[in-house]
């Protein structure tokens, strides 16, 4: 059965549309996992909004939308999935942050109140299940289908998420910072074997030092990280706003060269695992 990844949103911190961010896209966090007839979302940044369409036409009754954490990037384009409007529709929505902080429903509903938003999370009609688990679970969502999770180093707390389906697996991992010359073991673990891993990898090593403390990683680590892990691909993901497509080019053409087994996502990139 198919398993297949699809990067609706690659870009970290705040959504760029501008001529400058054609080629990879300036969409916040969102990432589609179709395994057989059951499709998950990855975090719910702006690009979530061009996937709820894409829910519509395929009318998509049931999804699970995992959440790695709740700042504005990976959040902002909740309101605007449609699918939730639509009492036809049931979406569980999963976080692994929040179980002692009032719950993931409580934060979602918060960003749509006055004077923020003009729509109340009430007018949503679609069957909406919130669950709030502890990063570090496992779970079995489908018979065929296994979660695993494991915390993450980001301010307030992320999580990351490995599925899998068929013998093939998919890991996301962000947003996280790493302490150089100590791989983390959270993440080993979680990605051993994968055959996909989607690394936070907003900064390059320059650039790196003069953001410690603000929870973002480098594609340096990424591969190193992969390659301890026995990691099939890996790809480069989280991109920072100001990299636009000239750079990201020559940030693809780097990482290449250092393994040829990663890429840089960009929008509308569709990967069959399996």
Aim: glycine share 8%; proline share 4%; with cysteine.
């Amino acid at each position: 059965m198919a398993f297949n990844v699809k990067f609706w949103g690659v870009r970290g911190s705040i959504a760029c549309p501008s001529s400058k961010h054609i080629k990879y896209g300036g969409n916040t966090s969102c990432i589609e996992v179709k395994a057989g007839d059951h499709r998950f979302i990855l975090d719910a940044g702006t690009g979530v909004r061009g996937l709820g369409r894409e829910f519509r036409n395929d009318d998509v009754r049931i999804a699970h939308m995992l959440l790695t954490h709740t700042h504005w990037d990976h959040i902002n384009g909740f309101p605007f999935f449609t699918p939730a409007y639509d009492a036809e529709r049931t979406i569980h929505i999963m976080a692994g942050h929040l179980i002692d902080k009032g719950g993931v429903e409580n934060v979602l509903s918060s960003q749509m109140q006055n004077p923020m938003f003009p729509v109340p999370m009430e007018a949503m009609k679609a069957k909406l299940e919130f669950d709030d688990f502890r990063a570090g679970d496992s779970f079995d969502l489908y018979p065929e289908i296994k979660v695993r999770t494991a915390a993450l180093n980001h301010p307030n707390g992320a999580t990351g998420y490995r599925i899998e389906f068929e013998g093939k697996s998919v890991c996301y991992v962000t947003d996280t910072e790493h302490v150089p010359g100590k791989p983390d073991q959270n993440i080993l673990g979680l990605i051993e074997g994968a055959d996909l891993v989607i690394y936070d990898c907003t900064y390059t090593e320059a650039e790196f030092p003069a953001h410690v403390t603000w929870g973002h990683s480098t594609w340096n680590e990424g591969v190193r990280l992969c390659r301890a892990a026995n990691v099939k691909k890996l790809a480069i993901f989280h991109h920072e706003p100001d990299h636009d497509d000239v750079f990201m080019d020559k940030l693809a053409e780097e990482a290449r060269k250092e393994w040829a087994n990663t890429f840089v996502a960009h929008e509308s990139m569709d990967i069959a695992l399996g």
